[in-house]
């Protein structure tokens, strides 16, 4: 019989410090953000890439799907891992293959092997879910965690943000071989630190199994009978599917919704990426303040789904639309940290990496399908419907997150 655990797995006799506990969230945090700065270096090259190979926009965009694919089976197959070995040896893995696979792109003469090295990103992408979880719920303080998840969340959109200007300008300036060149310069940089550190983020001892139990520990599969984890699953890939409209159609939707210029809708898209972040790290005060993670999740997800219709309807001038943007952005983001803490208490013990590795892979299959679904709705010339949806998708994750709420609590009631 499963039960869950909400306590950070800790020692009860060596309480970390603050010191302690912010170095585990500055390095978990710098992992993190290379392996969003990664989810985008294609992307930001489809300019130079499609002349290069004479590639159209779908061959183009299949790279990407290809990556978030293997990506979201790899995460749910590496949290399996994190559990056996440890989450340590996995996020080295991870950070290497990232580095492995933008040389391997850069010297890619041909479609195949551009797909090859798109996997080989998705390979290494796939592991730091479920072992950046795994560090933080195991060596940062109860009363810190919601701090870490924080971070975590600030320092994946910083990431995203950086990848599109850096791979940009090298590739202005030079070429965009010599941008994936130096872009695999920034993994191993990390490697290095993380290596230099790795006492600090080193995993707790693996217990022995028991005789006559598997060798992943109690019930190596039994988490996967609990509703409570997909439903964390079927949050993941809601809010997605959303967010994968945002990145990749969002700016595309407000020129032909609001006839503004390109540069202002790139900057509606920075409004909603830094207004995230600063979400975020709201959301960490909330979430430490808050024991009911689900609560805040559905309220904010209100405010961003109202925040979207509103942008549909086209009834604020374009600089209106920024701010707009920005707000969801931000209210999106207070969401971030207690949306971890939800799955953290949900999560049985001694399966951290088994549960956040399913519940992510909901993360990358919605990025997946995301672009798909919005590019049909502009290619249909439904701009407008593109934020409708968006803002159906975000109302939709809300009644997930209270199920997770209502199964966790009562599941702790039963324990009690």
Not at 82 to 93: E, I, N, P, Q, T
Not at 326 to 338: E, Q
Not at 361 to 380: E, I, M, N, R
Request: glycine fraction near 10%; include cysteine.
């Amino acid at each position: 019989m499963i039960t869950t655990n909400s306590a950070t797995h800790l020692p009860p006799h060596v309480p970390p410090s603050l010191r302690s506990d912010a170095r585990v969230i500055a390095l978990v945090g710098l992992a993190h953000g290379v392996s969003h700065f990664y989810h985008l270096i294609l992307a930001a090259l489809f300019v130079w890439l499609k002349p290069a190979f004479g590639l159209s926009y779908a061959e183009l965009g299949l790279l990407m799907t290809v990556f978030f694919i293997i990506s979201g089976v790899g995460q749910a197959l590496a949290g399996f891992v994190v559990d056996r070995f440890g989450a340590r040896a996995v996020l080295f893995s991870g950070v290497f293959l990232l580095g492995v696979s933008a040389l391997a792109l850069s010297t890619a003469h041909s479609y195949a092997a551009l797909m090859l090295g798109a996997m080989l990103a998705g390979m290494g992408n796939s592991v730091f879910h479920p072992a950046d979880y795994t560090i933080l719920n195991q060596r940062v303080s109860a009363a810190r965690v919601a701090y870490g998840f924080s971070v975590h969340g600030i320092s994946g959109n910083i990431g995203w943000a950086l990848a599109p200007l850096f791979m940009t300008y090298v590739a202005t300036n030079y070429d965009w071989r010599v941008a994936l060149q130096c872009a695999a310069v920034l993994p191993f940089a990390v490697l290095l630190v993380l290596f230099l550190n790795r006492h600090a983020i080193r995993p707790e001892p693996l217990k022995k199994a028991a005789p006559g139990q598997p060798a992943g520990g109690e019930g190596t599969l039994d988490f996967l009978r609990l509703p409570a984890v997909w439903m964390c699953f079927a949050f993941f890939f809601i809010t997605a599917i959303a967010l994968g409209g945002i990145q990749s159609f969002a700016s595309v939707a407000l020129v032909k919704l609001y006839g503004m210029s390109l540069a202002l809708a790139t900057s509606a898209y920075t409004a909603y990426m830094l207004a995230s972040a600063v979400g975020m790290l709201a959301g960490g005060i909330v979430g430490a303040r808050s024991k009911q993670p689900d609560r805040n999740v559905a309220i904010a997800f209100s405010a961003a789904a109202l925040l979207a219709v509103l942008l549909a309807m086209a009834v604020v001038p374009a600089w209106g639309a920024v701010v707009l943007m920005g707000a969801i952005g931000l209210t999106s983001g207070v969401a971030g940290p207690s949306r971890d803490l939800m799955i953290r208490a949900a999560a049985p013990k001694n399966a951290t990496g088994r549960v956040y590795g399913v519940v992510y892979s909901g993360l990358d299959s919605g990025l997946a399908v995301g672009p798909l679904f919005f590019g049909a709705l502009l290619d249909g010339n439904h701009p407008a419907l593109l934020f409708v949806f968006i803002g159906v998708f975000q109302a939709l994750a809300i009644a997930t997150a209270v199920g997770v709420g209502g199964k966790t609590r009562a599941a702790a009631l039963q324990k009690a």
